[in-house]
């Protein structure tokens, strides 16, 4: 073997073993097939429970936000009220 094919080989080597005996191991965990389904269901109620507390949130939020609006709306039409005696009762300039 010429020394360029051994120095590639003695590195791709070198990786792999440097590579796996450095790095982390990843931890593999065996579950059987009830221990799964049970884990999915919880991961899927967990979820739902997220959804409906998302959506009670956002009803609420929507709520007060259409109260506050309403109650501008009032306001401004009590204002506009107030307002027309004043415009009626002003004579019109003349447009230049």
Do not use: C, G, W
């Not at 010429?2 to 590579?19: C, G, I, P, T």
């Not at 065996?30 to 991961?43: I, N």
């Amino acid at each position: 073997m010429s020394f360029e094919r051994l120095l590639m080989y003695s590195s791709l080597l070198d990786a792999v073993f440097s590579d796996s005996f450095v790095s982390p191991m990843r931890t593999v965990y065996v579950v059987s097939d009830s221990q799964l389904e049970e884990l999915k269901r919880k991961q899927h109620q967990e979820e739902l429970d997220n959804i409906e507390i998302s959506r009670k949130r956002l009803e609420e939020n929507y709520q007060a936000r259409v109260k506050v609006l309403e109650e501008r709306e009032v306001e401004l039409k009590e204002e506009l009220k107030a307002l027309a005696p004043a415009n009626k009762n002003k004579e019109k300039l003349p447009l230049i």
